[in-house]
């Protein structure tokens, strides 16, 4: 289920599905980025730009944001050729402009960067969700 936080200018979308939890969202960024509190997400800690640019860094797309005026997600094209990086007891990187199909041969369109799972524990398949680091992959 998506969750939504919001300040004056942004509004973060949160699919915690889609997280491999890389924690990257909250290096750098704690104040606003923190998972020992409730509300993990407190948007008033920093300026807008800073919290756009830790949003940016997030590898599984689990973190979006739009501005309050335009109601749709931020969705960046990447302008470069696919690639396809293994991260070492985790997830398959695929950076770019993707399709994926499912087996009823349903399409979603994936931008920037998506985390596919390797460990084959991932309750969201055939995407990421960082089961690989609770069950000690290997691989």
């Avoid at 290096?27 to 008033?44: A, Q, S, T």
């Avoid at 109601?71 to 302008?79: F, H, K, L, T």
């Avoid at 950076?95 to 009823?104: R, S």
């Avoid at 931008?111 to 398949?125: D, L």
Wanted: proline content about 6%.
């Amino acid at each position: 289920m998506e969750k939504k936080y919001s300040n004056k200018d942004i509004t973060v979308v949160w699919k915690p599905n889609a997280c491999i939890h890389s924690a990257l969202c909250w290096h750098g960024l704690l104040e606003v980025f923190d998972p020992r509190k409730k509300p993990w997400i407190n948007l008033e800690a920093a300026d807008t730009e800073r919290i756009i640019a830790q949003i940016e860094k997030c590898p599984s797309g689990a973190l979006s944001w739009v501005k309050n005026e335009a109601g749709e997600p931020s969705v960046e094209q990447v302008e470069v050729e696919t690639i396809v990086e293994t991260i070492p007891n985790g997830p398959l990187m695929v950076y770019g402009n993707i399709a994926v199909k499912d087996a009823a041969g349903n399409e979603t369109h994936k931008n920037k960067v998506t985390a596919f799972c390797r460990c084959g524990a991932s309750g969201n398949k055939p995407y990421c969700d960082g089961t690989h680091q609770k069950i000690g992959f290997e691989g």
